[in-house]
């Protein structure tokens, strides 16, 4: 788990005038799903996209532990 990219993301959502319920309703998902992918424990592009495109950058920035360095995600 990684809480202090957690708090990041929550962080700079707020500085945008967003939520993880906000991220959650775009997604169609629960506010615990985007905590889980926001935390590390489970993962989901999509919500990793909504993330970043919330937050104006793009997945493999926001979440670089879980892509390859060729742009590819690391599953």
């Not at 909504?50 to 879980?66: G, Y």
Request: glycine letters at 6%; proline letters at 3%.
């Amino acid at each position: 788990m990684d809480r202090e990219r957690h708090a990041r993301i929550r962080y700079e959502l707020s500085l945008r005038g967003l939520t993880f319920a906000e991220i959650a309703r775009r997604a169609e998902v629960s506010v615990s799903s985007v905590s889980a992918v926001s935390l590390g424990k489970s993962r989901s592009a999509r919500i990793e996209l909504i993330l970043a495109q919330a937050l104006a950058t793009r997945p493999e920035v926001l979440f670089p532990d879980r892509y390859t360095a060729n742009g590819g995600d690391g599953t």
